[in-house]
């Protein structure tokens, strides 16, 4: 497995594929640290998991410049990560016995009735390389400190930091066989979620390995979590406060180089705002730097691979075919590295892949509609539900707009992200189950129903 610079095209690094056998070894050494670890007490484990927040800070401009190469964020983007990753363990330390207490339940004054959350075993995580530390860590926290075990598939341009990852976690005291990386293409996925050691699969990713994945637990009946892309609407109506929603709707479409699944991707503006949005948008668009992923001043980095740079630049040729028009930008740059210039799109015409797919890159799409009401019906017309963001000055009128869209998540006044506190997950093509949160620790949990009389 070979790791590329996507800034410089450069060879980073080449890594052999565990084979056959080292994939055995792994679910038997999964499967024999479940039992010990299983045991241990909650509190014991939610300890270990906040102590891999000390080595995060302690490596962190080593980890940071190791993202940075394999996939090309900005690097204060990549220490910011790992920040997020930090907290998240340092949450799960804190809430995890809680979040994981028996829950008493009163059904009768003879019975004494409860649930208690027990883990499943271990699971196999898939996971993307737009964010390759948070993606993985925000698994790990709370699958580890609930008691289970995790084999981390990571996608391959990232197996400096998924290897990365696992000594770390060695390094803070997590024992032999808890956290493990697989080396491993999608096949071995689907041996090991199969096999009868594993217990569970939690995908981060396209909608089309979502879907293999789900069909391979659905057939061994083991339970999943899917996190998968989204066409995020970002919806602006006529009391916004329109310099704001400019830019961060800049901020929420490009940040990652915008390959984040919860970037907003379809500007909807109403028409009495749209050109004072369209505006400030294209003019804060056209003043982003472009270029090395290292430098300070630079707010967007290259795409992550080759292969994504000409699947974005495909989908933004055959919108602009069917008749949209360019603002700004709408090619690959012409120079080394995988890099894609900011976009804008308007007259987007429906059904082509701006109005209807995920586009992974800095390409936004700016709609304009009468009113509230077609608004929201835009922001539905979607395969997706991921996030939403909803821009209006009257609060009551976005708390009832929240009601209104199909998401996992709509914010106000503010871009969408992933918070530990918060439940994190989509609805409709953007998959199911719960990350993050106490619903995020008890999704790889046995609910148990317990009854004694
Ligand atoms: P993929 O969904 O192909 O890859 C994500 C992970 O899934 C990788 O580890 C990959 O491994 C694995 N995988 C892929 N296919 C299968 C399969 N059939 N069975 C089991 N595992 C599988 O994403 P890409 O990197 O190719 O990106 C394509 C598009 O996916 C992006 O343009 C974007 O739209 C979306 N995406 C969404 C993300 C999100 O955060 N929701 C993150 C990344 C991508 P391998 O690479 O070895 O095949």
Redesign the pocket.
Known sequence: MQTVNPTTEAELETYAHHDGEAIEEALDAASTAFEEWSARDVTERQTLVGSIAGGLRENLEEYAALMTDEMGKPLDQSRGELEKCAWVCEYYAENAAEFLQDERVGVHPKVKTKVSYEPLGPLVA??????PFW?VLRVAAPTLAAGNTMLL?????VTGCATAIEDLLHDVGIPEGTFQTLV???DA??DAIADDRVAAVT????????S??AE?AGKHLKPSVL????SDPFVVLDDAPIERAASVGVDARTKNNG???IAAKRFIVVDDVYEAFKERFVAEMNDLVVGDPTESETDVGPL??D??RD??DEQVRATVDAGADVLLGGEPLDREGYFYAPTVLENVPEGTPAAR????GPVASLFRVPDEAAAVELANDTDYGLGASVWTSDLDRAERLTGEIEAGAVFANELVSSDPRLPFGGVKSSGYGRELSSQGIREFTNEKTVWLS
């Open positions: 898939v996971m993307p390389w737009n964010y993606q598939k990571h996608a391959p341009n491993v293409g999608p996925v689907h995908l981060t990713g396209s909608t089309r390995a979502g293999a994945v391979t996190e998968l892309g989204g390959q984040a699944c992550a691979r292969d994504l699947t974005l797919d995920e586009l992974f």
